[in-house]
């Protein structure tokens, strides 16, 4: 404790040579420091890019600049790149690198463009998103059932790490039986080998989003769109108990009293029991390209001539 006391910031010596003088472990310094609060500023533009990408998930940071520049807040894209990191924000639009899996890891191809969904527990599929709460953010990951829709678990935590999500997970196998098919994104959480033992142990077939694709995790995402607009922008939760008490709320009304438009206007839980009045189907919005046409070989040259070079365009006379 008294050698702690004579490593001071403002000395001429840099921290890192003062601990090592001193005998004192860095972790153990900066372990006894107050973390650093968040800037208000920051709280204020996370949430108006977390209703923003809401509305329009599309967005990347150059649009949430020039959306934030039209609400009268100049602030620089850096800044913006920084914030919608933090949140786990994407913009969806067809594209590269609109997914940042661990190069470590192994992805796997993505198997339900154009495969009719008639059953429950065919396909299951997860996601997380950022909550906002009123002096800081959390995080959820929910498992939704693709033919009814349903949630079925859902945990909330204060850091992206891969263990909130493997709980989650664990929780519906052990609550619902298992899919046939469970698809996720390319995120690091969902790649990892603590997630992708659990789908190999159960026998799970695994499906993985394309990179770029808007649509292939398309109900997970709206999901979200009605968990923030039908609870979390109305309640304004205060903390993490506050915000997991008003989900559990949520999400019971989600599956037992609202009706779907997509179920025949039944509830999710009406459809999951009965295996009615859902399905689902993603269609190839954007088909890739076909093949392009191989460019002619160069012409050869004649005697005496030069030979054309290969990036030589034509010009009708």
């Not at 972790?27 to 890019?49: G, H, N």
């Amino acid at each position: 404790m008294t050698r702690r006391g004579w490593i001071t910031k403002e000395g001429v010596i840099p921290v890192s040579r003062q601990c090592i003088l001193a005998g004192v472990s860095r972790a153990t310094l900066y372990a006894q420091q107050k973390p650093r609060p968040v800037k208000e500023d920051s709280l204020l533009f996370s949430r108006l890019i977390d209703e923003e990408y809401t509305r329009h998930p599309f967005y990347g940071s150059r649009r949430m600049v020039i959306f934030l520049e039209t609400a009268g807040y100049a602030v620089n894209r850096k800044r913006i790149q920084g914030l919608m990191r933090g949140m786990g924000l994407a913009g969806m639009a067809p594209g590269p690198n609109t997914s940042k899996p661990c190069p470590e890891h192994k992805v796997y191809p993505y198997l339900l463009r154009g495969v009719p969904v008639v059953r429950p527990n065919q396909v299951w599929s997860t996601d997380i998103t950022y909550i906002r709460l009123a002096h800081g953010f959390a995080y959820l990951v929910a498992v939704i059932d693709w033919y009814s829709r349903r949630v079925l678990s859902w945990r909330i935590s204060n850091n992206m790490e891969a263990t909130f999500c493997v709980d989650c997970l664990e929780e519906a196998l052990r609550t619902h039986g298992k899919p046939e098919i469970f698809n996720t994104d390319q995120g690091s959480q969902f790649t990892s080998t603590a997630f992708i033992s659990v789908l190999n142990r159960e026998g799970i077939t695994i499906s993985m989003d394309g990179r770029g694709r808007a649509f292939d995790n398309i109900f997970v995402e709206r999901l979200w769109r009605n968990v923030k607009y039908e609870d979390v922008y109305l309640k304004g939760y205060t903390s993490m108990g506050d915000l997991a008490a008003g989900l559990s709320r949520y999400f019971t009304f989600y599956n037992t009293e609202r009706p779907h438009k997509a179920l025949g206007q039944k509830t999710p839980d009406v459809a999951y029991r009965l295996a009615k009045h859902g399905g689902a189907l993603i269609v190839d919005r954007f088909p890739s390209r076909e093949k392009e046409t191989e460019p002619a070989a160069p012409e050869k040259a004649k005697s005496g001539q030069r030979r054309p070079a290969v990036n030589e365009v034509k010009c009708a006379a």
